[in-house]
């Protein structure tokens, strides 16, 4: 068995060196990489980078530089992971289904092409932002559809939107070399190696080369430059909401997340649903922060929510909006987790350092009280009711409702929730300056 390795991979590289020699002396109309400026042998992109650019998938810049480090929109992305997969420069496009793509943009061919080949799905509102930076959860989410290891149904697995795609891609190796953060932009550099990674080369459709430019009568190659892409300009950021805190007692917003409607009901996991669990720690919530001299107002205050909303959407908007219209001074939203992990975690909005504060605190206080679990850390996020409340707000994923061990015994337990409400508590009057009442 050994020796026929050896006797293939010898083939395959007398075959290659064959390939490289025709293309020296002009017998052969493949692409081959070329070296980048900016991209030592010893970068740990090298490899992916180099085969990429020799399969036609990804170029340089205009200066002959790879520019490793800068970050890709998603439309650029589009272009990279297209080409990897049968994408053509013969592409007739059939329909651009996104009102901010039009028919002239210059990625307009690889996103009719990408969606079609059911790659993207574009935004929540139906745009797909091709100007945009593209964060690596997204790209993941991509990647994992494009290569045929999962598709829209991994959305309904853990408790981000991306968990399933997530965990899909590690299981594949689509993941190796790769330190990721899932909400920030992703590089070339990173775009390149996750390509790499996932490459099935029989997709690939190398591209020939650019016929030569004729010669003018004066001897001066006759070139017709291409026209510069133009972006789309990145849509403007929505209006923050219109606002005015409470006179008074502060108000706590408690948001059991997730309802029993059928509309948005959660995670499951050893007998227990989120819905159930969310709302009863947060009706343990309530009189525990009254009592420290805080005025509550819950999103749900039985197994029936307080918001109406025929999609998930609209019933996660209007709880923000609820939040923000009875003036609420602070935003706290209870979920469990899932997916196979253990542990809490405590999330703020990007960029929030009220948020970020007040998580760390709850964060703290709740990993004091369960020495059991894992401190997962506090962490940031584009969650719907993070980015629409207009005060300083988190969101708690309490435990993993599917762990059988320890989280979802203490989650499934009126003890455990009544110690979870008194952490949270904890962790707001900490945050507040305010004294914590037994």
């Not at 001299?293 to 709880?319: I, P």
Request: charged share 25%.
């Amino acid at each position: 068995m050994l020796s026929e390795v050896i006797r293939l991979r010898s083939a395959k590289w007398i075959l290659y060196l064959l390939i490289v020699f025709a293309a020296v002396v002009g017998m052969t109309t493949a692409v081959f990489a070329r070296e980048f400026p900016d991209v030592s042998q010893s970068a740990s992109c090298y490899d992916a980078v180099m085969k990429l650019s020799d399969l036609g998938v990804i170029s340089g810049r205009e200066d002959g530089k790879f520019d490793p480090d800068t970050q890709v929109t998603r439309a650029e992305f589009c272009a990279f992971l297209s080409r990897a997969n049968g994408y053509s420069a013969d592409y007739i496009v059939k329909q651009v289904p996104f009102p901010d793509v039009k028919a002239n943009y210059w990625a307009a061919g690889v996103i009719s092409f990408s969606y079609e080949s059911g790659f993207i799905n574009g935004m929540e509102d139906g745009t797909f932002q091709p100007a945009a930076k593209v964060t690596a959860a997204q790209a993941i989410k991509m990647v994992v559809c494009a290569m045929g290891v999962g598709d829209s149904s991994l959305q309904a697995v853990g408790p981000m939107w991306y968990s399933g795609y997530w965990q899909a891609a590690e299981k594949a190796g689509f993941l190796s070399d790769l330190t990721l953060e899932a909400n920030q932009p992703i590089t070339r550099a990173q775009v390149a190696q996750v390509i790499y990674n996932s490459l099935d080369e029989s997709r690939v459709i190398v591209p020939t080369p650019s016929p030569q430019p004729s010669q003018t009568p004066d001897g001066k190659p006759s070139v017709t430059p291409s026209p510069a892409p133009s972006e789309s300009p990145v849509p403007p950021e929505k209006p923050k909401p219109v606002y005015r805190p409470k006179e008074g007692t502060p108000l706590v917003f408690v948001d059991a997340g997730h309802n029993s409607s059928g509309v948005d009901t959660g995670a499951s996991g050893n007998d227990l649903r989120e819905q159930d669990i969310t709302v009863a720690i947060a009706l343990k919530l309530k009189p525990v922060l009254e009592r420290c001299g805080f005025e509550v107002m819950l999103s749900r205050n039985s197994d029936k929510d307080n918001v109406e909303g025929d999609t998930t959407k609209e019933v996660l908007e209007r709880r923000a909006e609820l939040a923000n219209e009875a003036g609420a001074h602070y935003f706290v939203s209870i979920h469990c987790n899932s997916g196979g992990g253990t542990g809490i975690e405590t999330y703020h909005f990007p960029g929030s350092e009220d948020g970020e504060e007040m998580a760390e605190a709850i964060q703290d206080a709740l990993t004091e009280e369960f020495e059991e679990l894992r401190d997962r850390g506090v962490k940031n996020e584009d969650f719907s009711v993070l980015r629409n409340t207009a005060m300083p707000a988190v969101l708690i994923e309490t435990g993993f409702i599917d762990h059988s061990e320890t989280d979802s015994v203490l989650l499934g337990s009126e003890e455990g929730q009544q110690r979870y409400a008194e952490a949270i508590a904890k962790g707001i009057c900490a945050y507040t300056k305010s004294a914590y009442v037994k």
